[in-house]
């Protein structure tokens, strides 16, 4: 069975699924099969092959081997709107049983599967569940992405605690700047490492394009990452 890790982050577009990739290519540096999933998705194309979301496809693209669609991405919406409101509107339930399966699939012949979250740490999944709770399912230890922006400590540290409450292990947390504007980012940075208590495991600047190998580069993993 693969190990893995799930990727979360202190709000929509923190930046999850560039980190991710990055984290995709430098495992893949060491040798290492890796996959990536996106088990929820709302923001997708209507395609001649269904459904497709952006993130999902890039996910697909950096893939270790060839993966059907289905598996990376078992639930895709077409509105671009919070994925429980998404689920509702199509008339589906997001089944976690079936993400697991998906999961466990993904993980045969690899040696690590990063799983990306929609959102942030408390995305409602359902009118009972969230994407807290798929995390705990799975069992994976979380990597928080903080968007580098105003007001990113706050949302930092409130998604820390909820992710430490939830009984989930966080791993480590990564930088990633989405205000090139931002003032006094690295005072900014300090604080987090400061109060956030956990491994800074990269902090990326802002640059354009961010390919996977560019984010990889921004990145210090632990050896037995």
């Known amino acids: 069975m ?33 996959l990536g999933m996106k088990p929820v998705a709302a923001g997708a ?5 269904g459904l497709r979301n952006s993130d999902a496809l890039q996910l697909q693209a950096q893939a270790s081997r060839a993966i059907a669609y289905g598996q990376i991405n078992p639930y895709c919406f077409k509105p671009p709107i919070a994925p429980h409101l998404a689920a509702e509107r199509a008339g589906q ?24 979250g929609a959102g942030g740490w408390r995305v409602p999944l359902g009118p009972a ?25 706050n949302h930092a540290l409130l998604s820390a605690e909820s992710i430490r409450a939830s009984g989930a292990r966080l791993a480590g947390w990564i930088g990633n700047q989405v205000d090139p504007a931002m003032q006094e980012r690295d005072a900014n940075i300090e604080t987090l490492k400061q ?11 802002w640059q354009v394009p961010l390919t996977p190998q560019a984010v990889s580069d921004c990145l210090q993993l632990p050896a037995d990452f």
Do not use: H
């Open 2 to 34: 693969a190990s893995g890790y799930f990727i979360s982050g202190t709000d929509t577009d923190s930046g999850k699924t560039v980190v991710t990739l990055g984290l995709m290519a430098q495992l893949q540096s060491r040798g290492l099969q890796v």
């Open 45 to 49: 194309e209507q395609t001649d092959a």
């Open 93 to 116: 339930t997001i089944d976690f049983l079936e993400i697991g399966r998906c999961f466990n699939q993904l993980a045969i012949g690899a040696d690590r599967v990063l799983v990306e």
């Open 129 to 153: 569940q969230s994407i807290s709770d798929l995390a705990v399912l799975l069992g994976l230890p979380v990597i928080l992405v903080v968007g580098l922006r105003l007001g990113c400590i």
């Open 195 to 205: 109060r956030l208590d956990i491994p800074c495991l990269g902090l990326v600047p």
